[in-house]
C-alpha cells in the first residue's frame, strides 16, 4: 500500500463516496503530476485543475470560479461543507462527484486510469 492511499481507497478498494475522497486529500504528501490554471469554453471563468498520482491511482479536481493554486487539505476542507450534486461510478474502478460550495463547483475524480493531459499554458509553478 502506498504511503499517501488510506486501506479504504487503494486500488481493490475503490473511493465510493466524497468523505472517503477527502480522506485522501487529506493524505497527499506529494506535488501535483499535472496543474493548470484554465478559463471555461462555456463560462468564460477561471478555474484551477490538479491531477496526482497515488500509488497505482489517479486523483484529480478542479475548482471553478478561482485563480489561484488549492491544495488537496483545502479542497478537502471545502467540500465537506457543501452540497453534493452529483456522486458516483466512474468509468469500471473509478468515483467522481460534484461539489458546490460558497460560488465554487468542485469536480473531483479518482480511478486507475490517469486522466487526458489538456493544459491550457497557463503552468502553475510553485
Same mark, same amino acid.
Given at each position: 500500500?502506498h504511503?499517501?492511499?488510506?486501506? @479504504? #481507497?487503494?486500488l481493490?478498494?475503490p473511493?465510493?463516496?466524497?468523505?472517503? /475522497?477527502? %480522506?485522501? *486529500?487529506n &493524505?497527499?504528501? #506529494?506535488?501535483?503530476? *499535472? %496543474?493548470? *490554471? =484554465?478559463?471555461?469554453? @462555456?463560462t468564460?471563468?477561471s478555474?484551477?485543475? &490538479?491531477?496526482y498520482?497515488?500509488?497505482?491511482? !489517479?486523483? !484529480? /479536481?478542479?475548482?471553478?470560479?478561482?485563480t489561484r493554486?488549492?491544495?488537496p @487539505?483545502?479542497? &478537502? =476542507? &471545502?467540500?465537506?461543507?457543501? +452540497?453534493? @450534486?452529483?456522486?458516483?461510478?466512474?468509468?469500471?474502478? $473509478?468515483? %467522481?462527484? +460534484?461539489? #458546490?460550495?460558497? $460560488?465554487? !463547483? /468542485?469536480? *473531483?475524480?479518482?480511478?486507475?486510469?490517469?486522466p487526458?493531459?489538456?493544459?491550457s499554458g497557463?503552468?502553475l #509553478? +510553485?
Open positions: 500500500m504511503s499517501g492511499c488510506p486501506e @479504504t #481507497t487503494c481493490y478498494s473511493v465510493v463516496n466524497v468523505e472517503a /475522497y477527502c %480522506e485522501v *486529500l &493524505a497527499i504528501d #506529494t506535488e501535483p503530476y *499535472l %496543474e493548470d *490554471l =484554465y478559463v471555461s469554453h @462555456t468564460g471563468r478555474g484551477y485543475k &490538479a491531477v498520482q497515488i500509488g497505482r491511482q !489517479w486523483c !484529480w /479536481y478542479s475548482v471553478s470560479n478561482i493554486r488549492v491544495p @487539505t483545502e479542497v &478537502a =476542507y &471545502a467540500i465537506r461543507k457543501g +452540497t453534493v @450534486t452529483r456522486e458516483g461510478q466512474f468509468k469500471r474502478d $473509478g468515483f %467522481e462527484a +460534484t461539489v #458546490t460550495v460558497d $460560488g465554487h !463547483w /468542485y469536480m *473531483l475524480g479518482m480511478g486507475s486510469s490517469r487526458r493531459k489538456k493544459v497557463d503552468i #509553478t +510553485t
